[in-house]
């Protein structure tokens, strides 16, 4: 059983899908592209796909990531190209390799995140960045299926500043952009809990809701401060090995195949 890591994004209106929703269209993807999916066992089997760590529903994503079982060996290039064909404008597989190593989801540890503040000046959304940064704690709340539940969405924070200024929304109106890296904890500190934080510490409320867009998610580098790229061990590990029936297999378009 060959198994194959793929990335792909939530772009544009597709930024509203729920996991729930990609799943579906994943699955008919799939199926489009006569992938030869492994399956589970059971009265009613599913096809092997692991989901890992997906970025909530209304916020955009460059950087989604999941692993699928095949029962034949494919290419990952020719498979990203069938399945990325067969996906909806926004839902686009922009990588894919084979899977060397373990524990894909032990390394997504953290992630960058990028929040537009339309109607925030930079000079706004920098004093709230400073009163966040420079508190010990900043307790938010979140209502889950239990109930209102308060904790702190600053510990979790590795970094937070403003990154940018793009004038360029109706009448000119100011816009503020800040870079948000935040490691995986429990429970999530999601931006929107980060968000929450600001308008705690200085009142920051942007008067339309932000645009919270995920650029990477990954293990965190301890000593340079950066997000690394999952899918990397995979490679250095296929670069190393020696070719096997697995890393010459040339997978082929099945008739059909190519349109969304």
Sequence with gaps: MQRIRLRYTKRGRLRFTSHRDFQRAFERALRRSEVPMAYSAGFTPHPKVSYANAAPTGTGSEAEFLEIALTEVRDPAVLRELLDASLPDGLDVVDAVEARTSGLAERLTASVWELRLDGVSVEEAAKAVDAFNGAESVEVQRRGKNGLRTFDARAAVVELGVVDSR??????????????????????????????????????????????????????????????????????????????????????????????
């Design 167 to 260: 004038p360029d929304g109706p009448g000119d109106m100011p816009c503020a952009i800040l870079r948000l890296v935040v490691r995986h904890v429990t429970p999530a500190v999601r931006p929107d809990d980060v968000l929450s934080g600001l308008r705690v510490v200085a009142d920051l409320a942007p008067p339309v809701p932000a645009a919270v867009t995920r650029l990477a998610q990954g293990l965190f580098d301890e000593g340079s401060g950066t997000v690394t790229d999952p899918l990397a061990p995979d490679r250095e590990a296929a670069s190393a090995a020696p070719p096997t029936a697995a890393g010459t297999a040339v997978a082929t378009a099945p008739e059909g195949a190519g349109s969304a």
